[in-house]
C-alpha cells in the first residue's frame, strides 16, 4: 500500500507532515537528491562534469514550529502556544525570540558558491506559520533577501490554518510578498476535525476559503487527509466534492501515518479498526485520484494534483533532486551532496544556532564522500513519485546503461499488469508487444525506452513496492 515504508525515508529527507510527503514542509526533512544536471565545482557554471548537487540552491525551506495545539497524528517539532494565541501572538515572546534565532541562523550560514542565483522559491511550512506576525514574516524575508537574494517573482509559500488568519493579516502576507496559501483543512466533517485534535472547526474552514476568495490570493492549495479514524467512503466523497467546489489551484491528499509517539499512536493500530485497512484506503485513494482528475487537476506527484500551470514549484525542487536550504528547528537541508538536519528541540537548536556563529558548524563543505548508489536509489525513489517519471537516458548518464537495462527488466512483469508504463524519448507508452522485441535486446532497450513512470492510480498504490524492486537492482 501506499502509505507504509517510504514514509520513514522521506522523513529524515526534507521538511513535511504526513505522508505521501507534503513536499514543502516534511517538517523534519526530506533532502534524499543527487544529480542529473552536472556542474563545475570550481566556478559554478553548469558543465557536463560535476553533478547538480553542487550547484548553489534555489530554493529555502523556513521552519515556524507555532501551533495552538499538537493534533493527534503529529509527530513533528512544533511549540504549542495555546488555545488563545490567536489573540497574543502579536506579541508573544516564544515567537519572536524564535524569529531572531532564526535570522540568526541564516545570517550565520556559510555558502561559499563563487555565484549565487537569487531563491527562487521560499516555503514557510510548520507548525502553524500563519500564526506568526506578519512584521516578524517581514524580517525572516528581509534577511533572506539581503543573505541570498530573492527574486521579484519568487513564489513564497505559506502553510496557514483555519481560525489563524483574517482578511487584514493574509493581505499584510500578500503585501511582503507571499504569494502562495497552503490552507491545512484536512477535512470537512466537524466529528472529523475534532477527532484528529484539530485547533478549527468547520465554520473556521468555509470562513478560511471565504478570506482567500475575498483577498484575491491567486495561487492556493488545499490539504486533506484520508484513512482517518471512523472515516467512511462518504465522508471522504463529500470532502473530496466540497473541495472541488472551493476551486483551489492545487489540492494535496495525505494517507494518515500512525507515529508512535503521537495520541493516535497509543490509541490505534495501523489497518485495525477504527483506522481503514489497506483495501479500504486504497479506495480512498482511487476516489480522490478518480474525482480530481475528472475536475481537471492533474496528478503530478504520488500526493499532489494541481491545475495546469500550478505544480508547487518549491515541492518540485525535492522531486527533481535539486539542492536547498532549510533553517529552522528539526528542518534539514541538501547542500553540495550533504543532508544535515537541525535539532528537533529548542535549547538543543539554539546551541546549533550559537555553534553555527562561532564557526563549529561546517555546511558549505563539497560533497567528496557522496555515495553514488544511495544517489541512484534517491533519484528513482524521487522520479517515480512524480507523473514525469524517471529520466532514463540521464539516469543511465550518471550510472551506467547496465542499471537501466535492468531495472527495465525487472519491472516487465509490472508492466504486463498495468503498474508500470515504458514510455520513449516523444513519451509515446510502449505497450506490450513493442517491449517484447525490445528486451531480446539489450542496446535497443536502452536506446528505445526514454522514461520509466508509475501508473496512476494503480502504480502510485504500488509505489513503496515498486521502488523497492529498484534499490534492489542499485544495491543487490
Known sequence: MLKSTIAPMLSTLYPQKLFPIKLASFCSALPRSPPTVRQNASTNIPTLETPSYILPPASAYVHLPFCRKRCHYCDFPILALGSSSTETADDDPRISNYINLLIREMEATQTNFNQHPPLETVFFGGGTPSLVPPRLVAKVLDTLRSKFGLRLDAEISMEMDPGTFDAKKLKELMGLGVNRVSLGVQAFQEELLKACGRAHGIDEVHEAIEIINSCGVGNWSLDLIS???????????????????????????????????????S????????????????????MASKKLSEANYGHYEVSSYSKNGFECKHNYTYWINKPFYAFGLGSASYINGTRYSRPKKLKDYTDYVKNLEGGLVDLSQEGDDVDEWEMAMDIVMLSLRTSKGLNLKSFGDDFGSEVVVELCKVYEPYMRSGHVLFLDDER?????????????????????????????????????????????????
Not at 490509541?267 to 482511487?286: C, H, V
Not at 508509475?454 to 529498484?470: K, R, V
Open 428 to 476: 509515446r507508452e510502449i505497450k506490450e508487444d513493442e517491449f517484447s522485441s525490445l528486451v531480446l535486446d539489450d542496446e535497443k532497450l536502452e536506446n528505445e525506452i526514454g522514461f520509466i513512470r508509475l501508473s496512476d492510480p494503480d502504480g502510485f498504490l504500488l509505489s513503496n513496492e515498486l521502488i523497492s524492486l529498484a534499490f534492489g537492482v542499485i544495491d543487490p
Open 267 to 286: 490509541l490505534y493500530i495501523p489497518g485495525e479498526f477504527p483506522l481503514p485497512n489497506d483495501t479500504q484506503s486504497a479506495k480512498f485513494y482511487r
Open 227 to 265: 484513512s482517518l479514524p471512523h472515516q467512511t467512503q462518504e465522508m471522504w466523497e463529500e470532502s473530496l466534492k466540497l473541495t472541488v467546489e472551493a476551486n483551489p489551484n492545487h489540492v494535496s491528499v495525505y494517507d494518515l501515518q500512525v507515529e508512535k509517539d503521537t495520541k493516535f499512536g
